[in-house]
């Protein structure tokens, strides 16, 4: 039985506040459970992963800005994490008794055209989101810890010409617990028609280089283009 509220109180015409509560579960993977290598070694033992997400928050919204910030809580069990038991860099799948995260994200959406004409199809969206976790590996090296994040500030750019024409550019930092910080860039450029779009997207735009964990650098900067056709009448 996995059950889920959610409730809300508009305090007037911009000005609502909310709160949730709901319970989910994941089973585990083929990979946490069967897969082995010179680094990572499945557990076929595994339970299911259970969490209790609560959430609190407000939201302002009017024809300037869009505003919001929730608090969350969230309360796992039998949470599965790769776990270095020996100290040898060999990574097994272990459930965690009980896992407490929490923290509080806060968003901001601006209509800079309201204020410049000038400035007509332009988006800005800043988030922020600090988390911290009671994760206890009991001194053994976690992979999920070593790339846990303790500060997240995301800001994109938007802006939308005439005949269909859209670029957007975001900026990512992460404060991570272990690892070194993050700092990506990433771009893309759409032009829309009735029944086709043709876009690019470029990740990682500066080339930098960063560890998703200990021993597995990902790859700098990718350029995707591609063409999407709609055949819908809309």
């Known amino acids: 039985f996995w059950p889920g509220i959610d409730v809300s109180y508009k305090l007037n015409e911009n000005n609502k506040i909310f709160a949730s509560v709901g319970k989910a579960f994941r089973m585990p993977s083929y990979t946490e459970l069967y897969y082995k290598s010179a680094s990572s070694v499945g557990n076929y033992s595994l339970k299911h992963e259970e969490v209790t ?11 300037l800005i869009h505003f919001s910030t929730v608090y969350f809580l969230k309360i796992g069990t039998n949470n599965i994490d790769w ?8 990574y097994y799948a272990e459930n965690f008794a009980k896992v407490t995260t929490k923290g509080v ?18 988006g800005i969206n800043l988030n922020y989101v600090y988390m911290q976790s009671d994760k206890n ?3 053994k090296r976690s992979r999920d810890y070593l790339e846990a994040m303790r500060h997240q500030f995301i800001a994109e750019l938007t802006k939308r010409f005439d005949m269909g024409l859209t670029s957007s550019l975001s900026a990512r930092y992460e404060d991570r617990i272990k690892l070194n910080d ?16 043709i876009f ?7 080339d930098r280089k960063y560890k998703k964990h200990l021993f ?3 790859p700098g900067r990718w350029i995707i283009a591609g063409i999407k056709f709609n055949i819908s009448e809309d």
Do not use: C, M, Q, W
């Open 53 to 63: 997400n609560y959430e609190i928050g407000f939201i302002n919204d009017n024809d």
């Open 83 to 90: 776990i270095d038991i020996n100290g040898n860099n060999v």
């Open 137 to 139: 590996t009991d001194g």
């Open 216 to 218: 597995a650098e990902l």
């Open 182 to 197: 993050i700092f990506l860039v990433d771009g893309n450029l759409s032009y829309e028609l009735k029944y086709l779009e």
């Open 105 to 122: 994200e806060i968003g901001l959406k601006l209509l800079p055209e309201l204020f410049n004409s000038f400035l007509r199809g332009t």
């Open 200 to 206: 690019t997207k470029v990740t990682n735009i500066f």
